[in-house]
């Protein structure tokens, strides 16, 4: 991954109600945090990345990019964290690195021998998945980002070698997930703040930076589905 030059990022995701923090360099992860706090993350992300820093010699005033997992997840988990990143690329002169949710959960199982289908609940019954082939470690996509029923998902997969990994508990319990298939670790089936980091190394190394004014979260579904939710709830 590295052409010689050193990076330090800081890497936030914030796509699902359990948050991550983490500090990486194109070396090592330097430091990670977690937190569950439902849909409110602004009340911990910022106090989290301070306690991160606190515990190390780096500083952020220190770091060349700020990772951010923009989505698909909730919508507004995607805002606070997209926001939060724009804040320390502000402060610290730092370049804007967006990393897709799938992508960053295909990361944790890199080198693996088949195609990995993440998946995150997308609510009403249906999951946001896509396909990474990983064999060559960092996720190459082998499909579109789509929203439909795990079921489908699974008959489409049918008698093929797959890597699973988000939301696939139900999906175990009930038997669906057959014998070919195989489940990636306990620890590795959740978004993480520390593949969203490595990956953003390699996209700082490679200058291949996002636009600070114009980025945006990749809802794949419009936001105002979430918000008439919320809404009901209020």
Same mark, same amino acid.
């Given at each position: 991954? %590295?052409?010689? $030059? ?10 699902? %109600?359990? #948050? %991550?923090?983490? =500090?990486?360099?194109?070396? $090592?992860?330097? @430091? ?5 706090? !439902? ?11 301070? @306690?991160?820093?606190?515990? *190390? ?5 220190? =770091? ?27 402060? @610290?002169?730092?370049?804007? /690195? ?11 199982? &890199?080198? @693996? ?9 997308? $609510?009403?019954?249906? *999951? ?19 929203? *439909?029923?795990?079921?489908? *998902?699974?008959?489409? $997969? ?6 699973? /990994? !988000? ?6 319990? %009930? ?9 990636? &670790? ?7 703040? !520390? ?6 190394? #390699? ?32």
């Amino acid at each position: 991954m %590295s052409d010689g $030059r050193s990076a330090l990022v800081l890497a936030i995701e914030t796509a699902t %109600s359990a #948050g %991550s923090v983490a =500090l990486v360099s194109n070396e $090592r992860t330097i @430091a990670g945090r977690y937190f569950d706090t !439902g849909r409110y993350h602004s009340q911990r992300l910022f106090t989290e990345v301070e @306690a991160m820093f606190e515990g *190390v010699d780096e500083r952020i005033e220190d =770091l060349d990019g700020v990772a951010v997992s923009v989505g698909p997840g909730s919508f507004t988990g995607l805002r606070i964290g997209l926001s939060a990143a724009k804040g320390f690329c502000l402060a @610290a002169g730092a370049a804007l /690195l967006t990393v897709p949710t799938l992508a960053g959960m295909a990361a944790r199982v &890199p080198y @693996a021998c088949a195609p990995a289908c993440p998946m995150l609940d997308a $609510r009403r019954g249906q *999951v946001y998945t896509a396909l990474y082939a990983t064999d060559q470690g960092q996720p190459q996509p082998l499909s579109d980002v789509r929203v *439909v029923e795990p079921g489908q *998902v699974i008959e489409e $997969r049918r008698g093929k070698s797959t890597v699973y /990994l !988000g939301d696939v508990g139900a999906l175990m319990a %009930s038997g669906e997930i057959g014998t070919e298939t195989l489940v990636a &670790p306990l620890h590795c089936l959740r978004p993480d703040a !520390g593949a969203i980091g490595w990956l953003g190394v #390699g996209k700082y190394l490679a200058g291949d930076e996002a636009d600070l004014a114009s980025a945006e979260p990749e809802y794949i579904r419009p936001p105002y589905v979430d918000e008439a939710a919320a809404g009901a709830k209020g």
